[in-house]
Structure formats: C-alpha cells, structure tokens
C-alpha cells in the first residue's frame, strides 16, 4: 500500500478505530475507546456507533472515501460518500468518519480500506468475533 499518492504531497500518519471523536476546547480531539474488535454475542447484529480517524500531513486539495469489505474480501458492505478537504503547505487535517447503525451479518476479519484521491492509501482489519466465553473451572 503506498503512504504518498501519485495526486500530491500528503501521507497519512496514522489511522485509529475508537468509539467516538469530540473536539474539544483549543482545537484539540479527544479520542474515547481505541479498538480492533467488535465482540457480537449473535448475527446478524447492528452496532450503533464508532468512528475512524484519519490523521493526514501534507498539501493540497484532496478526497478521501473509505470502503467496508465482508471477510474474504467477496462483498462490499458500505462505502462512504466523497469527504473534502484541504491542506496548507506542512499542515494536518484530521478526517473522522462516523459509523451509525452498521449491520454486521458474518464473524471474521472485516477490511476498512481508505482511500485518497482514489488511490488506496491503508488497510485496517475490523475483527467481528464471538464473545469470549466465561471459564467456569473454579480453583
């Protein structure tokens, strides 16, 4: 995957999975529940909330859209619409997308691929899994 696209000079630094994104006083972002998987106890199942934040450095105009793929890569289960932004000369622009009531129908390995400018820039997995059960063995 590459960290610099052919349509200008902007590389994303990081790219975090977490229950939500609030800006705060002074510009700043707090970032609540930073995660990997989700745990559904049966599916098919919604999960109501979570966000993606995407720290991006460079310039220029740019479009950044992000997919959801099924596990296996067979399906594409949601892709946002086109999100703009704009970067000065050595500036960041934190991009947060927001999922509501996403439905989930199969365990596994989900994919969150983001794009810019319509090149693939990161992949992200989205584990899915069942809940651990309890041990019930007793010392």
């Known amino acids: 995957m590459n960290s610099q696209s052919p349509a200008g000079h902007v590389h994303l630094s990081y790219s975090l999975l977490c229950d939500d994104v609030r800006l705060e006083a002074g510009n700043k972002l707090s970032i609540m529940g930073i995660f990997q998987d989700i745990y559904l106890p049966s599916l098919p199942s ?3 909330r979570f966000a993606l ?6 310039q220029g105009r740019h479009e ?3 997919q959801l793929l099924s ?3 067979g399906k594409t289960l949601m892709k946002t619409s086109p999100s703009r ?7 960041f622009a ?3 997308t927001l999922f509501n009531n996403l439905g989930f129908s199969e365990y596994g390995t989900h994919i969150l691929q983001v794009y810019l400018d319509g090149f693939m ?3 992200l997995p989205l584990n899915v899994l069942k809940p651990p059960t309890p041990n019930t063995r007793v010392n």
Request: no cysteine.
């Open 53 to 58: 934040l995407n720290h991006w450095v460079g």
């Open 121 to 123: 820039m990161k992949e």
């Open 64 to 66: 950044t859209q992000i």
């Open 46 to 48: 919604t999960v109501l």
């Open 71 to 73: 596990p296996g890569r």
């Open 94 to 96: 934190d991009n947060v």
């Open 85 to 91: 932004f704009s970067l000065d000369p050595r500036s």
